[in-house]
C-alpha cells in the first residue's frame, strides 16, 4: 500500500491537505480529503481522471502531476 499526502491552494488561497491512497501498483489512486473519499484517480493515455469525478479538472492534473514528479524521482 501506498500513502501520499498533496497540498494545494484554492483559489481563495486556502491550503487544503489531500490524502492519495493505492493499494496494489495497477489500481488507481484513492483521492481523499478530510477522510472522505472524492473518488479514484487513474491515468490513461497520459491523461489524468476521476473515475467517480468529485473534483474539477485543474486539481485532477495538479495530483497526477505530482504523482508523475514522484513516480519519475522514484525510477531516477
Not at 489531500?18 to 501498483?25: E, G, R, V
Not at 489512486?29 to 468529485?54: A, P, Q, R, T
Amino acid at each position: 500500500m501506498l500513502e501520499l499526502a498533496y497540498r494545494s491552494k484554492d483559489s481563495k488561497h486556502q491550503e487544503h491537505t489531500f490524502t492519495l491512497m493505492q493499494y496494489q501498483p495497477d489500481e488507481p489512486y484513492l483521492l481523499m480529503i478530510d477522510g472522505v473519499v472524492l473518488g479514484k484517480l487513474n491515468k490513461k493515455d497520459g491523461k489524468w481522471y476521476l473515475i467517480e469525478d468529485h473534483a474539477d479538472q485543474d486539481l485532477i492534473d495538479e495530483v497526477g502531476g505530482f504523482i508523475d514528479d514522484r513516480d519519475e524521482e522514484a525510477e531516477g
